[in-house]
């Protein structure tokens, strides 16, 4: 059976100053600000903004249309999901995806799936965690679906 091959590439990539992607990874048609960090096998696909300083720790994925904010961590794992599967399958309109946005100063810990939500300002999502709702006090959360467990 005939197949086509792609190897993984840096592609269409808008950068700041001091950005550290290491290869692997699979970034394309995004932006990226200042001293952002990039580890391996990581995924950012299109129309995706990273803000200045953040981290993204090794395979994770971020999907379009996701916006993080400055001086956030992204660990190990992490996965952003915004096709939502309205009609039972995939989206095919791109335009019906969700936006994801992540707040300043972030953290979210390795294993975690975001799903189509807006995180404020210094919040932290716990390892594991899945992030099913938006999040607008400051504190730390946890489980599936993740919960406040106290405020910061």
Excluded at 68 to 83: L, R
Aim: with cysteine; net charge negative.
């Amino acid at each position: 059976m005939p197949y086509t091959s792609h190897t993984a590439q840096i592609k269409n990539v808008i950068t700041g100053n001091d950005v550290v992607i290491i290869e692997p990874a699979n970034v394309y048609g995004c932006t990226l600000g200042d001293a952002v960090f990039i580890g391996p096998f990581v995924e950012i696909q299109a129309n995706t903004v990273i803000g200045r300083g953040t981290k993204i720790q090794s395979h994770s994925f971020v999907c379009e249309y996701v916006t993080v904010g400055e001086e956030c961590f992204i660990g190990h794992g992490v996965m952003f999901a915004n096709d939502m599967f309205r009609d039972g399958k995939p989206g095919p309109d791109r335009d019906s995806w969700a936006r994801i946005v992540v707040g300043n100063h972030v953290s979210i810990g390795s294993g975690a799936t975001i799903l189509a939500v807006t995180l404020c300002d210094g919040a932290v999502i716990g390892a594991g965690s899945v992030v099913t709702k938006d999040i607008t006090e400051k504190g730390v959360y946890a489980g599936n679906p993740a919960k406040l467990l106290r405020l910061l």
